[in-house]
């Protein structure tokens, strides 16, 4: 038998260390969660032969291994030239976390082990300041939360439960169900936007075409022919005119505005404004509400089933629906519990949820399963906008046509109206 070190974990999150006698690395880590201790580190220490003949059987100090820091201009590369971390990523990482938790393999030796197959250089270089954090006596948890733009409250929250409970592993599955649900509602969203985006680009396109180079050819026509056109036409050279004279200004207006738009929904105030007005968009008003209202409810079903403190889980549930407006709501339920009041009466105060929504919460806030009918919120929500975001494509085709039917009007009107009199024009 081999002597070893561990670092690990209890179920307060308070650090704790030691040595066992054990046949392998496995073997302890196994005996660890036995005591509900989730293992960080383990490394085996070599005993020395003064120390192995002496009684007290003391053992010398492992040796960390020093790793090699990359060079600055290799990490300047990596961050210039390394992909964005994709949602995809992130989910193959917690299933594979889910999965080495399970096993029972420490968290050092199965961020090793991922950061070696980690194909993403962002990524690894990710992995590799969470190792090292964990080696300077940080919690999993904390280390993530290093990088907030990778890993967002929700996903912090859920790590630092399993840590407190020591069940990981269910932490790190439930992560990656969420995920997927994330991944399958913007794949849908994008699916119902792709056809209209599409259609307004070209139309876009053939505008500014025609505006540029068609219509200018057909005034000077007109003027050689000195005929005297109708007021469709007087109106479509003057628009023509004014883009081929001041098209710089007009592009430097257009890449401005967007510029200011961006930083102001970026704003506190402009996201939160943003957040209410695109709740009352026609057509797609709907959509972006009961997205949002899907995800307080399968969020706040997940953190209650984690046993995350009401209070606190309303925090956390306010940073992940991904409404500024929403998440205001949702942070005053939480300040009315926190002064006594039920759930029931503060969702019914925020005046977001139906009827039957509002039932569903009060039966859970009697029997104690709160967590199981906010999973079942979340799939009518879920069900709701799936049903929404096939019906909008149909819904907005209509739209698009009468659209472009009406542009083909005004050209008509304007540029073949007076090649019409044409014959009149030159007598």
């Known amino acids: 038998m081999a002597m070893y070190q561990y670092k690990g974990r209890d179920r307060a999150g308070s650090l704790v260390t030691g040595n066992v006698e054990a046949l392998s690395a496995d073997a302890v880590a196994t005996e660890l969660f036995g005591r509900a201790v989730t293992p960080i580190e383990i490394r085996e220490i070599k005993i020395s032969r003064n120390a192995a003949n002496d009684k007290s059987g003391g053992a010398e100090k492992p040796q960390p291994r020093k790793l090699a820091q990359p060079s600055a201009a290799k990490q300047f590369n990596t961050f210039l030239f390394a992909k964005k971390i994709d949602i995809n990523e992130l989910i193959i990482f917690s299933r594979q976390m889910y999965s080495l938790t399970k096993a029972g393999l420490p968290l050092d030796r199965a961020l090793a082990g991922l950061q070696a197959s980690m194909k993403n250089p962002r990524f690894k270089s990710i992995l590799a300041d969470v190792s090292k954090s964990l080696e300077n006596g940080m919690n999993l948890s904390s280390s993530l939360g290093r990088h907030p733009k990778l890993f967002s409250p929700l996903f912090l929250s859920l790590v630092n439960v399993g840590e407190s409970t020591g069940q990981l592993d269910l932490a790190f599955r439930e992560v990656s169900k969420y995920l997927e649900l994330e991944k399958k509602t913007k794949k849908q969203v994008k699916s119902a936007t792709r056809y209209p985006t599409f259609v307004m680009a070209t139309i876009a396109v053939a505008l500014g075409v025609i505006t540029y180079f068609v219509i200018p050819a057909f005034s000077e026509t007109f003027e050689r022919l000195g005929a005297e056109l109708p007021l469709e036409t007087r109106i479509l050279i003057g628009v023509s005119d004014f883009v081929v004279a001041y098209w710089y200004l007009i592009i430097g207006s257009i890449v401005g505005t967007l510029l200011a738009l ?8 402009g996201r939160h404004t943003w957040d209410q007005i695109k709740m009352r968009i026609p057509l797609i008003g709907g959509v ?29 549930v306010a940073g992940a629906v991904g409404n500024k407006y929403i998440g205001n709501r949702v942070l005053k339920m939480r300040d009315s519990i926190s002064r006594g009041e039920s759930l029931y009466n503060t969702a019914v105060q925020s005046n977001m949820f139906s009827p039957l929504v509002l ?15 906010m999973a079942e919120v979340a799939d009518f929500y879920e069900t709701e906008t799936e049903y929404d975001l096939k019906k909008l494509g149909d819904a907005i085709e209509p739209i698009l046509i009468m659209f472009i039917a009406g542009i083909v009007l005004v050209l008509a009107l304007g540029v073949f109206l007076p090649i019409w009199d044409l014959n009149s024009a030159i007598r």
């Open 288 to 316: 972006f509400e009961r997205i949002a209202l899907g995800r307080f409810a399968r969020t706040f079903g997940m953190v209650m089933a984690a046993g995350v403190p009401i209070v606190q889980g309303l925090a956390v």
């Open 262 to 269: 961006r930083n102001w929904v970026n704003s506190e105030v």
């Open 359 to 373: 039932q569903m919460i009060a039966v859970g806030e009697e029997s104690g399963t709160i967590d199981e009918l």
